[in-house]
T-cell receptor, first 111, second 115 residues
Framework: DAKTTQPPSMDCAEGRAANLPCNHS???????VYWYRQIHSQGPQYIIH???NNETNEMASLIITEDRKSSTLILPHATLRDTAVYYC????????????FGKGTRLSVIA | KAGVTQTPRYLIKTRGQQVTLSCSPI?????VSWYQQTPGQGLQFLFE???????NKGNFPGRFSGRQFSNSRSEMNVSTLELGDSALYLC??????????????FGNGTRLTVT
């Protein structure tokens, strides 16, 4: 599986956009990019995923570079409740490979 | 739509005992996976079940086992508990086999403490 690299921590002011980067330079052409977050004492929460195109849902936007070697998760208007550890994960298309969680990025949203 | 439900939420056991954890997936989801989370090792994959069959297994000893029922509900069992088994045990479900374009949705876990 492709390995991902994320900064260990980031701060963001409340109400501003939070841009979380992820490097996945060894990604294969058919592997998906997934983002999850985990708030203390809760299970990981699915945010968004994509293959080649940029994706947007009610929680966030996912921007994948044209060469697919990196991506950015964008929380458009961060709130205090967005404080969490964010995980970027690369998944192959076959249905027999589990999620491999790295250390993620600890995002602190500051009032 | 109800999310993934795990019971119990908290559990305290003593060394040598065994424990059974339960997971009800999102309605319509047929794949259930289990993960262990500890501060030292992070999130680690235990096993995946689909259509009542174990499809994939992580690197855990045989004391860890599981099963899936015809209604997709799943249980995991840990026998002869050790102190190191203290962890948050997470269940996740997905529509299809865990991979590719089928997101996993996690429950809030069972916090197991072994004393």
């Amino acid at each position: 599986d492709a390995k991902t690299t994320q900064p260990p921590s980031m701060d963001c002011a409340e109400g501003r956009a939070a841009n979380l980067p992820c490097n996945h330079s060894t990604i294969s052409g058919n592997e998906y990019v997934y983002w999850y977050r985990q708030i203390h004492s809760q299970g990981p929460q699915y945010i968004i995923h994509g293959l080649k195109n940029n994706e947007t849902n009610e929680m966030a936007s996912l921007i994948i570079t044209e060469d697919r070697k990196s991506s950015t998760l964008i929380l458009p208007h961060a709130t205090l409740r967005d404080t969490a550890v964010y995980y970027c994960i690369v998944r192959p298309p076959e249905g027999n490979t589990p999620l491999v969680f790295g250390k993620g990025t600890r995002l602190s949203v500051i009032a | 739509k109800a999310g993934v439900t795990q019971t119990p939420r908290y559990l305290i056991k003593t060394r040598g005992q065994q424990v059974t954890l339960s997971c009800s997936p999102i309605s319509g989801h047929r794949s259930v996976s289990w993960y262990q989370q500890t501060p030292g090792q992070g999130l680690q994959f235990l096993f995946e079940y689909f259509s009542e069959t174990q499809r994939n297994k992580g690197n855990f000893p045989g004391r860890f086992s599981g099963r899936q029922f015809s209604n997709s509900r799943s249980e995991m069992n840990v026998s002869t508990l050790e102190l190191g088994d203290s962890a948050l045990y997470l269940c996740a479900s997905s529509l299809a086999r865990a991979g590719g374009n089928s997101p996993l949705h996690f429950g809030n876990g069972t916090r197991l403490t072994v004393t």
